[in-house]
């Protein structure tokens, strides 16, 4: 009993040590283009996997965002 309480303990503290992306707000993915359409890129060639992840939502959103305002169209005030 033992044994599986250690492996049990071994095997959760090894799920955390996965490796963490950091998160990138839509204003930086504005800010910056090249990576802005990495990001795309590689949502687009892993879209099972990375298509919800929030990089790649923030990247899309950012390249709606900047599309848009080059051919002038403006976001409508949120309705509260």
């Not at 687009?44 to 169209?73: F, H, I, M, Y």
Request: aromatic content about 4%; glycine content about 6%; charged content about 25%.
């Amino acid at each position: 009993m033992k044994k599986f309480a250690v492996l049990t303990v071994i095997a959760i503290a090894l799920v955390g040590c996965g490796e963490k992306e950091t998160v990138q707000s839509v204003d930086w993915y504005k800010e910056h283009a090249a990576e802005r359409k990495e990001m795309i890129a590689k949502c687009k060639d892993n879209a099972g996997e990375l298509e919800g992840s929030p990089n790649c939502v923030n990247a899309q959103q950012a390249d709606n965002q900047s599309v848009n305002a080059r051919r002038g169209w403006v976001q409508p005030n949120s309705i509260k």
